[in-house]
């Protein structure tokens, strides 16, 4: 074929730098977007936060009160007070605040707790004070806390004595017996439980730990005989063997059941994690209504002196001149989110606004697709700003993820919402009668007498998404 040149005109989608930065915020978390900000604080001389006097540019500010339909998104709005700080919803429903200025007693107690945390002593260092105050032999205490350090976190030791056996120093001669010993010793020590290498073995310890009585005799002959019948709920064959009666059942129940399968837990260092809301949701005027929090926004400007410098010496900022172009694209990007966050956080809340009034049985089914078009947004967007982002309401902080659901029919042709029939099905469990518990077919008949078609199948699947056990686990003497 000769070759030829040919001319073709065709339609592609470019992303620019810019877009692809606004589109990666938006799908940042919080947390996720303070770090990023960071980078590019250290990275870009032009770029600054504020220190709160007198700003000249705050992202979402200016647009940071009620996303209402019956304002201009350009027009300011109530918002609350830039200089307090919001922790939770007052008795009215309202997300309270508080000032700087008088938090100095809050201040000295998160020092405290935070210096209480620091100051925590693990499990090992727990057993091993314990150790240095008994009695035994450098040998043995040795060898006891050979087996402190083969416990994991919650106290339980998974390795055989036999496995354990050949690590120990071959010069030393310890035998097997040794170490039979050794264990007896951490399992004697605080917290009751520590040195198991079951759960049975562990309830067995902490009931030996305890006084004796007719009732801890009772609960140790179950643990130690018939946790596998307690364990399925067959109460009737229980008091055959044990011979028993109900009183005395329920009291060796309830006793096993205040047992700790996890004596070590309580030493662990666990990090927590606090969630900061993106937008705060008020009824003002029987209308719900959404406003930023001014603690999730991060407050950016550009840094006036080298702006003034680079104002001095026009055509010849070199770097200068593209770290603010760069800048100036961050702050519009960081402006754009929120503004977007406030648009659909305000969608959603007027299309669940039932929820509001009436908690999870009143919420509706809702899709991406629904807040997208009523926006004019892109369905990939919504997704983008309903991913680790939350809404602090009088109910709670949610995910906005949480306010969308698949539907399920109802006889009267409408759809109810997967989180309302959930909050049905732990309302119709909370009510039930303990010694007969529903069944996952009793309950949906039971929905079904209210109009909601659900099948058994779905049943059980919304009830394991509950944490709910099976009828079977659920029943009580």
């Known amino acids: 074929m000769k070759p030829s040149l040919q001319l073709k005109i065709s339609q592609h989608l470019t992303l620019t730098p810019q877009l692809q930065q606004s589109i990666k915020l938006l799908q940042l978390s919080t947390l996720e977007l303070n770090q990023e900000l ?7 001389p032009m770029l600054e936060r504020e220190d709160g006097d007198g700003a000249d540019f705050s992202p979402g500010l200016p647009n940071s009160g009620s996303a209402s339909g019956e304002q201009e998104r350009s027009e300011p709005t109530e918002s609350p007070r830039e200089d307090a700080e919001p922790t939770s919803f007052d008795e009215a429903g309202e997300w309270s605040s508080m000032s700087s200025g008088g938090s100095s007693r809050d201040d000295d107690d998160d020092t405290d707790f935070q210096e209480l945390q620091a100051a925590g002593t693990t499990l ?12 035994l032999s450098d040998r043995d205490r040795a060898l006891v806390r050979f087996l402190i350090e083969a416990l994991d976190d919650d106290g339980y030791l998974h390795q055989t004595l ?4 050949p690590l120990l120093p071959a010069e030393l001669e310890y035998e097997l017996d040794d ?7 951490v399992q004697h020590l605080d917290p009751a439980g520590v040195g198991a290498r079951s759960p049975q073995e562990c309830l067995s310890l902490q009931l030996r730990a305890m006084p004796g009585s007719e009732t801890r005799d009772l609960a140790q002959k179950i643990v130690d005989q018939h946790l596998d019948l307690l364990a399925e709920r067959n ?3 229980l008091k055959r063997l044990l011979g028993c009666d109900d009183d005395a059942l329920r009291r060796a129940h309830a006793l096993i059941c205040s047992l700790d399968p996890h004596p070590g837990s309580q030493h662990s260092v666990q990090e927590t994690r606090y969630v900061v809301p993106d937008v705060v949701v008020r009824k003002l005027r029987s209308r719900w209504v959404v406003s930023l929090n001014p603690e999730a926004m991060p407050r950016l400007r550009i840094n006036s002196l080298y702006a003034s410098i680079l104002q001095q010496n026009r055509g010849s900022g070199g770097a200068l001149t593209s770290q603010l172009q760069e800048a100036r694209w961050l702050i519009k990007n960081v402006q754009q989110r929120f503004d977007t966050i406030l648009r659909v956080s305000q969608a959603i809340v007027d299309q669940q606004r039932q929820f509001f009034d009436y908690g999870d049985v009143a919420m509706r089914p809702l899709t991406l697709r629904e807040i ?16 680790q982002k939350f809404m602090a309401t009088p109910r709670g902080v949610f995910e906005l993820k949480y306010f969308f659901g698949s539907h399920v029919a109802t006889d009267t042709g409408g759809a109810a ?35 909601i078609v659900v099948a058994r199948r779905t049943i059980a699947k919304y009830r394991e998404s509950l944490n709910i056990p099976p009828v079977s686990l659920r029943k009580t003497i």
Do not use: Y
């Not at 309302?427 to 929905?447: N, Y």
């Open 124 to 135: 090992r260092d727990h057993l091993d004070q314990q150790i240095s105050l008994s009695p």
């Open 38 to 44: 960071e980078r590019f604080l250290q990275d870009n």
């Open 179 to 185: 170490l039979s010993i050794a264990l007896r010793h």
């Open 235 to 237: 109460f009737a064959r």
């Open 372 to 387: 997208a078009d009523q926006l004019e947004l892109h369905e990939s967007t919504v997704s983008r700003v309903t991913t």
């Open 417 to 451: 919402s997967s989180t309302a029939i959930r909050a049905l099905i732990r309302q119709l469990v909370d009510a039930e009668d303990r010694k007969k518990p529903l069944s996952d077919a009793k309950i949906a008949e039971l929905l079904g007498q209210q109009g």
């Open 162 to 165: 036999e496995d354990l056996l």
